[in-house]
């Protein structure tokens, strides 16, 4: 009995370890989320990405993607914002990215109307298209093409 008691008292001083780097982190937000049923909230660790030129990051994974707040490859995931006063995080963003509507839906327990995810599924579609066009590129005085 001692030894379980030891080994939840350490595992406490590992989640308080955790909790102060996730505190550190200019993402990182805990937020209230209610339940569908109108009864509890629970506490939700999210992430969001801060301004334009940063690199985006998953809003719930808080994983950092290679594409850029503010450019054309914001339209390969679904943005929101959250407006509800609850984001406190140090980089001063509401701004959360989703991989999907259907991640959004799944993680914040919200809706999303079907025209507005079929709008996202254009955008996104349209800039995937894009991406795949064959791009020029100059190596020394020639030019390949790559695709």
Not at 119 to 140: M, N, Q
Request: overall charge neutral; some cysteine; glycine content about 8%.
């Amino acid at each position: 009995m001692d030894d379980y008691l030891a080994s939840l008292r350490d595992l406490d001083v590992v989640n308080e370890a955790l909790m102060d780097a996730k505190a550190e982190d200019g993402g990182f937000n805990v937020i209230n989320q209610r339940d569908s049923r109108g009864g509890k909230t629970k506490k939700m660790e999210m992430y969001t990405s801060s301004g334009t030129g940063n690199c985006i990051r998953d809003a719930e994974t808080g994983q950092y993607y290679a594409e850029k707040v503010g450019s054309k490859d914001e339209d390969l995931y679904f943005k929101i914002s959250l407006s509800t006063g609850e984001c406190t995080s140090k980089n001063n963003s509401s701004a959360m990215y989703f991989q999907s509507p259907a991640h959004y839906m799944s993680c914040m327990k919200g809706n999303v109307s079907p025209a507005a995810i079929a709008r996202w599924e254009a955008r996104r579609d349209a800039r995937i298209a894009e991406l795949k066009k064959a791009k020029p590129t100059v190596r020394g005085n020639q030019i390949a093409v790559i695709e």
